[in-house]
T-cell receptor
Framework: GQQLNQSPQSMFIQEGEDVSMNCTSSSIFNTWLWYKQDPGEGPVLLIALYKAGELTSNGRLTAQFGITRKDSFLNISASIPSDVGIYFCAGQSYNTDKLIFGTGTRLQVFP | EAGVAQSPRYKIIEKRQSVAFWCNPISGHATLYWYQQILGQGPKLLIQFQNNGVVDDSQLPKDRFSAERLKGVDSTLKIQPAKLEDSAVYLC????????????FGSGTRLTVV
């Protein structure tokens, strides 16, 4: 099945640093979402984007819906230890509930 | 509100055995999804129910996987017979009206096939 390409695959950063990750697709999506998954848990929604070019923030997180509708970006500012986890992008096409997930970005934050 | 409940949390079986997973969605959520998450990958949709009817099962390997949602509440996912490549976390999610923003995922069942 289709999966979206996320990069980087993993990141090792120091507490306080900013983080950027992106997600690309060969298909157009109507909705882009960003999830965080902690070990042993299901994904938890962080941000949802509904419109090409949209820029949305949730605390220290900022995400953008790419103009082409084939990509999205997530930035985390001033990282803290609890940001550790795997971040997934997901796309949703018009008229379906099905989510297509990315390959994930594993984030490690060192004090 | 209580979250999506799944059981068991872990299961180890031998190949060719059968296994079943159970999901209890959030009360009132009409839409229920089963996703398969292989280690190192994102979740992939296996099947979507709207009440007790199947909306999308195009990615479900129907020769060995089956799922049901009797009475439109709880759901079970079964694998028979299991293969080594079925080792994965099986995530259940539910939503009230459908649409991605309303998804709530359960903690999943981690299956290991040896």
């Amino acid at each position: 099945g289709q999966q979206l390409n996320q990069s980087p695959q993993s990141m090792f950063i120091q507490e306080g640093e900013d983080v950027s990750m992106n997600c690309t697709s060969s298909s157009i999506f109507n909705t882009w979402l960003w999830y965080k998954q902690d070990p042993g848990e299901g994904p938890v929604l962080l941000i949802a984007l509904y419109k090409a070019g949209e820029l949305t923030s949730n605390g220290r997180l900022t995400a953008q819906f790419g103009i082409t509708r084939k990509d999205s970006f997530l930035n985390i500012s001033a990282s803290i230890p609890s940001d550790v986890g795997i971040y997934f992008c997901a796309g949703q096409s018009y008229n379906t509930d099905k989510l297509i997930f990315g390959t994930g970005t594993r984030l490690q934050v060192f004090p | 509100e209580a979250g999506v409940a799944q059981s068991p949390r872990y299961k180890i079986i031998e190949k060719r055995q059968s296994v079943a997973f159970w999901c209890n969605p959030i009360s009132g959520h009409a839409t229920l999804y089963w996703y398969q998450q292989i280690l190192g990958q994102g979740p992939k949709l296996l099947i979507q129910f709207q009440n007790n009817g199947v909306v999308d099962d195009s990615q479900l390997p129907k020769d060995r996987f089956s799922a049901e949602r009797l009475k439109g509440v709880d759901s079970t996912l079964k694998i028979q017979p299991a293969k080594l490549e079925d080792s994965a976390v099986y995530l259940c999610a539910s939503s009230f009206t459908g649409g991605a923003v309303g998804y709530t995922f359960g903690s999943g069942t981690r299956l290991t096939v040896v």
